[in-house]
């Protein structure tokens, strides 16, 4: 045959040198290889491939799968009889570059004590059940017209991408993730429980047990790889336990997906409007949950700030303990003595500080939009229950928090739940940051009350 390609090496090769017939290795053919597909491979498989064709081997993982490629195309040259030697090959016995095994996390296995499920909640988690109300994540209404917002916030919505987007490149190896790669084929997407941003949520299954499968519509945003990053190192009971990210061969027809466990009771924001109100040591428990999440995050080395602290952002498992979720806009405090000075998250339940126009703010704030939290927590007996300031605008919850210093109503609160409760919640959204106490002090405090009950 006329017009097909002959190479003077052989471009199907193992990650240690060139294929022999009968071995039983992982292959790499360069034929149909790409510089995604080639940096997708540990920098040490890339030094071997290149090593084995006598390549400079001190570059980056992207330079050396340059310098392969362009050893592939140097080494073709016309022929008439070596096209189907080639291709005949690729379908017995190539194999795609080698996806690296997610290790077994042994910690996850331990046994623990799961709460008791209280009185009147049904025994099917709302998210499970065939039917179960949904309630949309609440969104602060627009200012009125000719109003200017007082704050810019910064990177916190991602922006759609077109049809002409790139393919994603996403090195797995470089995030730290390698560990963290779930084969496609592992994964099983069965119903849709919930939609939101830029990502559709699903129940599915892997390893034979029921996970919470998220699937990002477009390009991941540099949030989304943020989350993962974070993610990847919480390792905490209060906090959602993040299993691994499946990234597909081609990015732009098949979405790339982040597995996590399934928090199948929904969110707080949800749980608290469909499940009647549970007793007071149940409340308290729920908030300790909360609070002690927090705490985690504010004492790791360095501390992290959640940033967007709301009912939404937390979930609720089978077992109602509550884990905080979705750290797209957490903060990496790398100094003690420094304040963050950017503005993210969602107004009804942020902190005064946030909204001056350079803010400079520490992990208080979270303790500020917690205490908007525990209130919600404690609207749960009411029928028409409320999130903070709702239906108010931006500037006029600017005005009614920043200049009047006002916040939520709480009359009635004391005689329904404890003084203590309501007296906690005061403190901790205090307008001066050093006034408001930190989430340890918190979690304390939550502690003693729950002793005396």
Known sequence: MEGVLQRSEPLLCTLTGFAEDGEDADYVDLADATVKSLTRLKRDDLVQLCEARELDTSGTKPQLAQALLEWRDTHEEPDSSASSRVSDQSSGSTARPRTPKTRRNKANGKGSSRHLVPNGVPDTP?????????NQQPDTPPMSHGMTPLI??????????GHGEPELDLDLEVLGLEEKEIPPEKLTKMEKIGSGGFKDVFVGKYRGRKVAIAEIRGQLSQMDIKELTLLRDFDHPNIVRFLGVSVPENTRETPVVIVSELCANGDLYDYIRNVPPPPLKKVVTIMMDIANGLRYLHERKPAVIHR????????????????IADFGLAKVKQSTRSMIRSVVGTVNWQAPELWHPHPKYDYKVDVFSCAMVFWE??????????????????HAIYEAVGTKRLRPATSGLRKQWTPALVDLVERMWQHDAADRPSMPEVHTELHRILAQL
């Open 126 to 134: 709302i998210l499970l059940r065939s039917q179960h109300v949904h």
């Open 152 to 161: 810019t916030v910064e990177n916190a919505t991602p922006q759609p991408s």
């Open 308 to 323: 967007d602290c709301k009912s939404s952002n937390i979930l609720i498992t089978t077992a109602v303990r509550a884990k």
């Open 377 to 394: 927590i404690l609207q749960w007996h009411n029928p028409n229950k409320k999130y903070p300031w709702e239906g108010m605008n931006e």
